[in-house]
């Protein structure tokens, strides 16, 4: 899924791979306009997006895929071709791999009764305190993300003893059950009210969503703690250069990559 901002150069990218065996899809997400946050009215004077109305609009966040992934008639197109799941993953996260071990749960659940959603956490570190966590409530799980917490608990949501666990964003969904609830629009997600300050100083909101706040809308669904490993996301050029590193230091039978590039350490 791109947004506008991404679409025509991730397809540009794309030709090179177009005699692959394996087939790569894309779809477009949805464009909503910004927010004046003095006078609650949408920073856009048109419906164009060209000139100097490109700020005024925005792509409402990952949790969008439902819809887009919908409209884009894709979703029916691999319904149609007998898929079943779609596993779901930030593309920024290395360590997110198709996992044979959960698709085999997932087809084959010990209970007999098939998990519709599966959020994928892990053991949350002092380097994740911004993490979104999962909570029961109701007798659903839910998705909490730390702009929906109040100021006054935000330090108890980031302490890593009360909250030992975060999303890493690695979804396994049904593909029939998103058909389903998106037919009955019956997907709720918490809206994430995002500020932002544009170049010119105008400050706007952002209205947003988040993909895994979907997770009550579903049947069973499942948080499964998984290794550190299959989170490993890439935010700035010194994680990059950590991935691509091929320096390594060997101590008493275990290997520890180092942060360096070209044998030169950073």
């Not at 409530?137 to 009360?162: M, N, T």
């Not at 999303?167 to 009210?193: G, H, P, Y």
């Not at 994680?239 to 230091?249: A, E, K, P, Q, R």
Request: net charge positive; proline share 4%; aromatic share 10%.
């Amino acid at each position: 899924m791109n947004s506008f901002n991404t679409d025509e150069d991730t397809k540009k990218i794309l030709q090179k791979y177009s005699h692959c065996r394996v087939k790569i899809y894309t779809f477009n997400q949805s464009r909503y306009p910004r927010i004046n946050k003095e006078s609650l009215l949408p920073v856009a004077k048109d419906v164009s997006y060209s000139g100097e109305n490109t700020e005024a609009w925005y792509p409402p966040g990952h949790g969008d895929i439902y819809a887009s992934f919908y409209n884009s008639g894709l979703l029916d197109t691999l319904i149609g071709e007998g898929k079943e799941y779609i596993f779901v993953s930030n593309i920024d996260n290395l360590g997110a791999t198709v996992d044979l071990y959960i698709l085999n749960h997932l087809m084959n659940p010990p209970n007999g009764k098939r998990c519709e959603f599966v959020m994928e956490v892990t053991n949350k570190t002092r380097a994740d305190v911004k993490g979104g966590t999962l909570t029961q409530y109701e007798g659903k799980l839910r998705l909490v993300e730390i702009a929906q917490v109040p100021k006054a608990h935000v330090d108890e949501f980031k302490s890593v003893s009360k909250f030992k666990i975060f999303n890493t964003n690695n979804l396994w969904i049904s593909l029939a059950a998103v058909k389903r609830l998106q037919e009955q629009n019956a997907i709720d997600m918490e809206i994430i009210v995002n500020p932002k300050t544009l170049d010119g100083g105008l400050n706007v909101i952002q209205l947003e969503t988040a993909v895994g706040a979907a997770i009550k809308s579903f049947e069973n669904s499942l948080g499964i703690n998984v290794p550190r490993s299959r989170f490993l996301p890439v935010k700035t050029t010194s994680d990059l250069l950590l991935v691509m590193s091929n320096l390594y230091i060997k101590k008493k039978k275990t290997w520890k990559r180092e942060n360096c590039w070209n044998g030169i350490l950073d």
